[in-house]
């Protein structure tokens, strides 16, 4: 199993500026993903972080857009460039441990409003 | 590309039995799942299925017809605790190796 934190847990944003979104996991993993949820919604993914290098960008996400980093097996952040209101939303990073090839584990979520 | 077909609701009420039902269109396939979100709270994982069959898990059980691309989560002995919503989710292949994708989930109502 994996404990994941994610760090804020929500933020009020000003239109035009950047957020930091932080997860820590309790321990290594082999791959980790960040989605993004509207309320009442299904789960999107934006992309997956890989360690060391880019992360992939699944159809409709950009890297200048979502820049993420992923230093390590436990950590990654993705960072909302130049917020606007319809980037208001949920995210959460999801990671898959070590020694299973299929159970996701999933953060609680930073709970996202753009103003 | 990908497409995940659930029912939007489902109601039941405590005590019942309930089958929600997942089609799938992926261009690659590892395994169909199940994950359970109560309101405000982090997806959980239920099941796996990467064979065809019957997969039980105390009150939860998830079948696989890869054949037909469907799948179902059913339900026994409905609690009120049961009230969340489901998402199915495929493991597909992208650039970056296999990814879970999600359908849009449905919302079980459980009543008393």
């Known amino acids: 199993s994996a404990v994941i934190s994610q760090k804020p847990s929500r933020d009020i944003c000003q239109r035009g500026t950047s957020l930091t979104i932080q997860c820590q996991v309790d321990s290594q993993v082999t791959m980790m993903f960040w989605y993004r949820q509207q309320p009442g919604q299904s789960l999107t993914l934006i992309a997956t972080a890989n360690q060391g290098s880019e992360a992939t960008y699944e159809s409709g996400f950009v890297i200048d857009k979502f820049p993420i980093s992923r230093p390590n097996l436990t950590f990654s952040t993705l960072t909302v460039s130049n917020m606007s209101p319809e980037d208001s939303s949920i995210y959460l990073c999801?990671?898959?441990?070590?020694?299973?090839?299929?159970?996701?584990?999933f953060g609680p979520g930073t709970r996202l409003t753009v103003t | 590309g990908q497409s995940l077909e659930q029912p939007s609701e489902v109601t039941a009420v405590e005590g019942a039995i309930v089958q929600i039902n997942c089609t799938y269109q992926t261009s690659g396939f590892y395994g169909l799942s199940w994950y359970q979100q109560h309101d405000g709270g982090a997806p959980t994982f239920l099941s796996y299925n990467a064979l065809d069959g019957l997969e039980e898990t105390g009150r939860f059980s998830s079948f696989l017809s890869r054949s037909d691309s469907y799948g179902y989560l059913l339900l026994q002995e409905l609690q009120m605790k049961d009230s969340a919503s489901y998402f199915c989710a495929v493991r597909d292949l992208n650039q970056a190796g296999t990814a879970l994708i999600f359908g849009k989930g449905t919302t079980l109502s459980v009543s008393s």
């Open positions: 999801s990671v898959v441990p070590q020694g299973s090839s299929y159970e996701q584990y």
